[in-house]
């Protein structure tokens, strides 16, 4: 057994302990080990953990620390990726029996640069079958469950990044976000999920869904955490990218363009939502920002065009899966890949001219607004058995930036009556994160909702009453 209070400090701490030497990375990944052992039967955050492969690299890790090697930046810091991206010789399902005994032949570009920067991969995280199914599918495993109460969705579909990072699993995940499913876990859990500029991360190795919508992206609990990977990530940097920043009041003269329309009108969202983004926004003009409201254009532009362009992309990478085995997919997931099949083929190219459209529409606006501010979701967690919310909170104010490719950073802004996270975004300029990290930095040195976890007690004392007929964790 390890202290389990090893498994709350950050990235950040527990890196800069680590490279004093103060804390080894077998006690930090053995921390993790013993969190998810506790938790997996009722949270189904992984699929699979590797333990043997885990405690040897934090073991070899600790050798090299102690000849005074470091192996990178991240070095003995452990990580979870989503089902979706590849690790060598081990399975990617994609949580579908349709792959269900696929291995992959090596690491996806990823998973190579975190393990080159020193981190330790744990194990494999739950989705939404194929990142398009949903959470009501019976498949093979189960669905995650929210640490903020297990009986709510933690969104989707990098469902398991968010709760293993809620419930202090892992201070790093990988995952994917098409539609929104790296800032709709993070908002739904309240954490950090940055979804960065097209391509800026390499989609190789990973399973795609929709080609000119994917992005390969990271969920961390703190903006700072952020920054330390996303260096990492880019170029191997031992700096973060907000060293530049330093503490003195970095978003002085900063233009903020509030899309508040987004969920005032085209959306209305819940009361507490509103108010919470309204409190956020003001919160970075205190800091010294300039805010504005401004005007995107309506949301259901964006959806209509990302939608059509998802749904014809999916079936294309699914066709011939579906025309083998269709009966191997949950329902929702099969269902939505089909409808891909029926879109016309001008349908589609109008919806790629409207992409360019749209993108050229966003790069106007941030020429004169420095970053934009806007919702995630709607409402909070919906519960998994209201299939009917857990679906309507698909796409939400997301999917805008996917169909634009810029980057957009999800943030924990406060939490509702009923102790559930609520999440707002920045968006910025194409490949300036930077910029989205800093202000989220600042915003959460002046806060603290990031700071808050869900009570382990309360997720203990439920033990595994909701594994329904899935095989326990740990069983095949």
């Given amino acids: 057994m390890t202290d389990n209070t090893l498994r709350f400090l950050s990235a950040t701490e527990a890196q800069q302990l680590i490279a004093r030497k103060e804390l080894s990375a077998l006690e930090y990944v053995s921390a993790s080990l013993d969190a998810i052992d506790a938790e997996n039967n009722t949270l189904h955050a992984f699929l699979e953990v590797y333990r043997d492969d885990v405690l040897a690299a934090a073991r070899e890790a600790d050798k090299r620390m102690a000849r005074g090697e470091v192996a990178g930046p991240l070095h003995g810091l452990p990580f979870a990726v989503k089902d979706l991206i590849d690790v060598e010789g081990k399975t990617t399902s994609a949580q579908s ?15 190579r640069r975190l393990r080159a920067a020193g981190a330790i991969l744990i194990g494999k995280l739950t989705l939404e079958e194929f990142g398009i199914g949903s959470p009501s599918d019976r498949l093979p495993w189960p669905p995650a469950r929210n640490p903020w109460d297990i009986e709510r969705t933690p969104g989707g579909s990098s469902s398991g990044c968010g709760v293993a990072l809620a419930a202090c699993q892992v201070p790093l995940t990988i995952g994917t976000d098409t539609a929104g499913s790296i800032r709709n876990p993070a908002a739904m859990c309240g954490v950090v999920g940055l979804k960065p500029t097209y391509d800026l991360l390499s989609r190789e190795g990973v399973f795609p869904l929709a080609p000119s919508l994917d992005h390969v992206g990271l969920m961390t609990r703190s903006a700072e955490d952020c920054a330390l990977v996303l260096s990492a990530l880019k170029h191997g940097a031992k700096r973060s990218v907000l060293a530049r920043a330093g503490e003195s009041v970095p978003l002085r003269g900063l233009r903020v363009g509030l899309l508040a329309h987004f969920h005032s009108r085209d959306i209305v969202a ?32 964006f959806r209509q065009c990302g939608s059509t362009l998802l749904r014809v992309e999916a079936y294309t990478v699914h066709r011939d899966f579906l025309a083998q085995a269709p009966e191997r997919y949950g329902a929702r997931c099969r269902d939505a890949l089909l409808k891909g099949a029926s879109v016309p083929a001008q349908e ?35 519960l998994l058995a209201d299939e009917e919310a857990v679906n309507r909170s698909a796409n939400q104010m997301r999917v805008p930036f996917n169909v634009t490719g810029h980057p ?28 989205l990290l800093t202000i989220a930095a600042a915003y959460q040195r002046v806060t603290a909702w990031h700071l808050q976890h869900p009570s382990m007690p309360f997720i203990h004392r439920h033990g595994t009453v909701h594994r329904d007929t899935w095989p326990a964790y740990g069983q095949s």
Avoid at 350 to 373: F, N, P
């Fill in 348 to 382: 589609y190219a109008e919806a790629k001219r409207q992409q360019h459209v749209l993108t050229e529409q966003i790069d106007r606006m941030l020429e004169t607004s420095d970053v934009l501010v806007a919702g995630v979701s709607a409402h909070t967690a919906a």
């Fill in 270 to 301: 819940s009361e507490e939502t509103r108010s919470a983004i309204a409190s956020a926004a003001n919160e970075i003009a205190r800091l010294g920002a300039v805010l504005e409201e401004v005007e995107a254009g309506d949301l259901e532009s």
């Fill in 408 to 435: 957009a950073l999800s943030f924990c802004i406060g939490f509702s009556s009923s102790g559930l996270p609520i999440g707002a975004q920045l968006i910025g300029r194409r490949f300036d994160e930077e910029r």
């Fill in 97 to 111: 029996a349709v792959l269900r005994h696929h291995v992959a032949k090596r690491d996806a570009d990823v998973t």
